[in-house]
Nanobody
Framework: EVQLVESGGGLVQAGGSLRLSCAAS????????IGWFRQAPGKEREGISC????????YYTDSVKGRFTISSDNAKNTVYLQMNSLQPEDTAVYYC??????????????????????????WGQGTQVTVSS
């Protein structure tokens, strides 16, 4: 059974940093793409970053590019999202998701991850990130 567990969320002041973790189990980590998504109150869920565990290729949406960094520790079956220079608009529930057949190259080529949310078959429960001004 594929399981994803997010952790690392919390309350931080604007300009601060958090590191989210997505611990995966129940599947061969190297074969999967892992995406980070977020959903703010009253808004649609959006895709913000993606990493292909097999080759390390990454994608970032424009709003987080230069501030967030996604990385993968395949030995620990864990993907991280380092979030720096956080702003109040980053407040949301953050989810990680995995899919064996999705390639982050698609997001890189198309310049988006959000349209491919439906391609991700396994999701974590989410972790709340709140950024105060």
């Amino acid at each position: 059974e594929v399981q994803l567990v997010e952790s690392g969320g919390g309350l931080v002041q604007a300009g601060g940093s958090l590191r989210l973790s997505c611990a995966a189990s129940g599947f061969t980590f190297d074969d999967y793409a892992i995406g980070w998504f977020r959903q703010a109150p009253g808004k649609e869920r959006e895709g913000i970053s993606c990493i292909s565990s097999s080759d390390g290729r990454t994608y970032y949406t424009d709003s987080v590019k230069g501030r967030f960094t996604i990385s993968s520790d395949n030995a620990k079956n864990t993907v991280y999202l380092q979030m720096n220079s956080l702003q109040p608009e980053d407040t949301a529930v953050y989810y990680c998701a995995a899919d064996k057949y999705y390639s982050c190259t698609t997001s890189r080529d198309m310049g988006a991850l959000t349209p491919y949310i439906v391609d991700f078959g396994s999701w974590g429960q989410g972790t709340q990130v709140t950024v105060s001004s």
